[in-house]
T-cell receptor
Framework: ETGVTQTPRHLVMGMTNKKSLKCEQH?????MYWYKQSAKKPLELMFV???????ENNSVPSRFSPECPNSSHLFLHLHTLQPEDSALYLC???????????FGPGTRLTVL | GQNIDQPTEMTATEGAIVQINCTYQ??????LFWYQQHAGEAPTFLSY????GLEEKGRFSSFLSRSKGYSYLLLKELQMKDSASYLC????????????FGGGTRVLVKP
């Protein structure tokens, strides 16, 4: 596979569930990102990792917990979410921070 | 804070030209990106401007004026497949190298 992949593509979960989103990039990039895209709102940056270290946590609630075990993989662990967390969650990577970002296809999350 | 403005929606006819404007007010400036996003899909990179002037890439061109905090994306010879949202994103110096996105402009191309 090439580029940035995300799994699952669609996820429906209850407010008491725990789930994880996975992102993998096959581009040899050093920076990875999580974004949230809600209807009629700009893309919101959630987390940034550079060389596997978190460099940005954009005031995201603690019910979202990122993990970057290596430079190719990024996870977003979800627990006790709220219905307003329903959105498209996009992962992206770039060679270095500030450079062109390549996006994955996203995970469409619905919280019931 | 950072502020990026672009029109919400534009409609144009197949074969025509459309210009999408983006104005920004940020703490410093490191560069401006344009992305295209089809409904239900991921954004894809279109262009990057860091210096003033026009960057041309096939049917798409992007212009930047740093002194005016202004950019536009020009789409020529519109095709139906160009119907999508176009996102303006700025890298402000104060935010390190983190992209800040505008709300996007939805372009509808009609036959």
């Amino acid at each position: 596979e090439t580029g940035v992949t995300q799994t699952p593509r669609h996820l429906v979960m209850g407010m008491t569930n725990k789930k994880s989103l996975k992102c993998e990039q096959h581009l040899g990039h050093n920076a990875m990102y999580w974004y949230k895209q809600s209807a009629k709102k700009p893309l919101e940056l959630m987390f940034v990792y550079s060389l596997e270290e978190r460099v940005e946590n954009n005031s995201v609630p603690s019910r979202f917990s990122p993990e970057c075990p290596n430079s190719s993989h990024l996870f977003l662990h979800l627990h006790t979410l709220q219905p307003e967390d329903s959105a498209l969650y996009l992962c992206a990577s770039s060679q270095e921070e500030g450079q062109e970002q390549f996006f994955g296809p996203g995970t469409r999350l619905t919280v019931l | 804070g950072q502020n990026i403005d672009q029109p919400t929606e534009m409609t144009a006819t197949e074969g025509a030209i459309v210009q999408i404007n983006c104005t920004y007010q940020t703490s410093g400036f490191n560069g401006l990106f344009w992305y295209q996003q089809h409904a239900g899909e991921a954004p894809t990179f279109l262009s990057y401007n860091v210096l003033d002037g026009l960057e041309e890439k096939g049917r798409f061109s992007s212009f930047l004026s740093r002194s005016k905090g202004y950019s536009y994306l020009l789409l020529k010879e519109l095709q139906m497949k160009d119907s999508a949202s176009y996102l303006c994103a700025v890298t402000p110096k104060a935010a390190g190298n983190k992209l800040t996105f505008g709300g996007g402009t939805r372009v509808l191309v009609k036959p």
